[in-house]
């Protein structure tokens, strides 16, 4: 059988063993983050060519990074915890911590904002365009 071949057979398997394994300990849990977990589950086998029962920090945290650069951080989670989910209960062993550095939150301006506020901004806006070069001498104090 060509490695191809072999290799979805065993995504198959996987997807089927950790959804009856999902099914079992998490009842409540809803069917879309079941597939999502189970997906998680092809593509971290598909990365380690489905030799995933004895991975360590350091190839995960390799998996991990090279996730974030191509996939948002929400799929990056998606995958982490479908994993870990997959370690803690299907082959019941201890999780391998990685050590993910997690985005920062970021702050949202609100939809509408009060004279004051606006006022800031605005402070704010003319200050970066002052010492961006257009009057340097004013950002002596900032």
């Known amino acids: 059988m060509e490695k191809h071949a072999h290799c979805t057979l065993i995504a198959s398997y996987v997807t089927d063993f950790y959804t009856i394994n999902f099914k079992r300990d998490c009842p409540d849990c809803n069917l879309k983050t079941i597939e999502a977990y189970a997906r998680a589950i092809r593509y971290i086998g598909d990365w380690f060519d489905y030799d995933?029962?004895?991975?360590?920090?350091?190839?995960?945290?390799?998996?991990?990074?090279?996730?974030?650069?191509?996939?948002?951080?929400?799929?990056?989670?998606?995958?982490?915890?479908?994993?870990?989910?997959?370690?803690?209960?299907?082959?019941?062993?201890?999780?391998?911590?990685?050590?993910?550095?997690?985005?920062?939150?970021?702050?949202?301006?609100?939809?509408?904002?009060?004279?004051?506020?606006?006022?800031?901004?605005?402070?704010?806006?003319?200050?970066e365009l002052i010492c961006r070069g257009h009057r340097p001498e004013a950002c002596t104090d900032v």
Do not use: C, N
């Open 52 to 127: 995933i029962r004895d991975l360590t920090e350091e190839p995960l945290l390799e998996y991990f990074s090279s996730l974030l650069k191509t996939h948002s951080w929400s799929t990056v989670k998606l995958d982490l915890y479908g994993l870990k989910f997959f370690y803690q209960h299907v082959l019941h062993k201890p999780w391998p911590h990685v050590d993910l550095v997690k985005p920062p939150k970021a702050t949202r301006l609100p939809d509408i904002v009060t004279v004051d506020e606006a006022v800031d901004l605005f402070k704010a806006r003319s200050m």
